[in-house]
């Protein structure tokens, strides 16, 4: 699986940005599909997931502000991201896992840097 990340940049607190994450390869396998964010120095946290039958999953400093959705049939993943705060800052990372066998595999997109000033 092949995970390629778009829609990051700078913007002042209070607007929106949306990400996009696309998937290629064997994808027909993909169990959930998530976005995590890092920032230095502290450990990767998990933003959104949404799984094949499209349940979610938010952190709770995102609920009500973020949304995370999927296109199927163009195998891409989306977050959008309103009412963006200063502390959103961070490098976004696209997830994909899926089971093989009795493991389950987590994919990683390159990450795409998101920067909210005040």
């Known amino acids: 699986v092949q995970l390629q990340a778009s829609g990051g940049g700078l913007v002042q607190a209070g607007g929106s940005l949306r990400l996009s994450c696309a998937a290629s390869?064997?994808?027909?396998?993909?169990?959930?599909m998530g976005w995590y964010r890092q920032v230095p120095g502290k450990q990767r946290e998990l933003v959104a997931a949404i799984t094949s039958g499209g349940s979610t999953n938010y952190a709770d400093s995102v609920k009500g502000r973020f949304t995370i959705s999927r296109e199927n049939a163009k195998n891409t993943v989306y977050l959008q991201m309103n009412s963006l705060k200063p502390e959103d800052t961070a490098v976004y990372y696209c997830?994909?896992?899926?089971?093989?066998?009795?493991?389950?595999?987590?994919?990683w997109g390159q990450g795409t840097q998101v920067t909210v000033s005040s």
């Open positions: 390869g064997s994808i027909f396998s993909i169990n959930a």
């Open positions: 997830n994909a896992g899926r089971y093989s066998g009795t493991s389950y595999v987590d994919y």
